[in-house]
């Protein structure tokens, strides 16, 4: 027979396990516009930046921009995620000085990594410049290691054009492309090498001029977004959509009424989230603070899409559900 203090505690220690095993799962909550804390509670410094998916594994990489980074060099940000909402620090993957003789306040934005299966080497793209926006040439550095290491390699006119916002996109084959602002002619979507270490051919050339730009394929369909020429300040970003990435594209429209200017944010990309029962494709935007870059938040929300059509709905919490896929806004 049990004496009756130790049934006791086994009644306990029981009843504490169901708790345990019934309480729910942590929400996978984001907050568009709030401060968005990472593991160590820092607001994450990943501006303007870009998602890569290895394994289960999620990581952001994008402009670090903290207070406290050395004023002539320039850091790229990288944290990884298994649900997209909790967020680990990693020491900035890159930190370097100007590679060319660009004074000091140069510019390095937009980083955006691709792996490159061949070479087994992670390939990282930016938007080089100096502060006057005059260099107007993309950057690249590798490493063997997802999250450091980063050594600058090179850096160039994509296809010989000007080239200032960049955004990437990975096509469901794998094959990887670049798009690029080209200020006399246009968006250009254009294929990489199979290295990743040049961009060998023009897929299309939009000729619009929209910075912040970004592709998914969602449905049969490419839909493409990105922003006006308004520097930090946010406009209304527009999206066009086409059956294959060359074109032709449809004309472009608002994502959200004109009047809300994205809700202050602007276009960096579209992820695409497949789970088990649904695919959500997220808005990933900026909301800039020009002057305290380190505090610039950043503007997530699954996309209303389908059918031709893409809606960035007004920012509210939602939730994530990363194995099904399903988002729930305002839960
Ligand atoms: C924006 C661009 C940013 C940054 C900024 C500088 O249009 O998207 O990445 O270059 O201009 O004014």
New binding site residues.
Partial sequence: MIPKTSALCALIVMGALACVSAAPAKPQTVHPGDVWPDDKGNHIQA??GGILKQGKTYYWFG?YRAQDNEPSLRYVGCYSSQDLVHWKFHAPALKMAAPENLGERW?L??PKVFYNAKTKLYVMYF?L?SSD?SLARVGIATSKHVDRDYTYLKSFRPLGQIS??IGQFVDDDGSAYLIF?DRPNGFHIAKLSDDYLNVEKEVCLIPMHM??GAVVHYQGLYYAIG?A?????PNPNKYATATSLSGPWSEFKDIAPPEVNTYGS?S?MMLKVVGSKSTTVIFMG?I?K?KTQWDSRYLWMPLEIGDGKLTLPAPKVWTLDIKTGEALVGG
Avoid: A, I, M
């Fill in positions: 501006h303007g402009e510019v934005e937009r938007h410049d926006y200032r916002d602002e910075e912040g922003s020429l308004t520097g930090w300040n602007q960096t900026d800039w020009p």
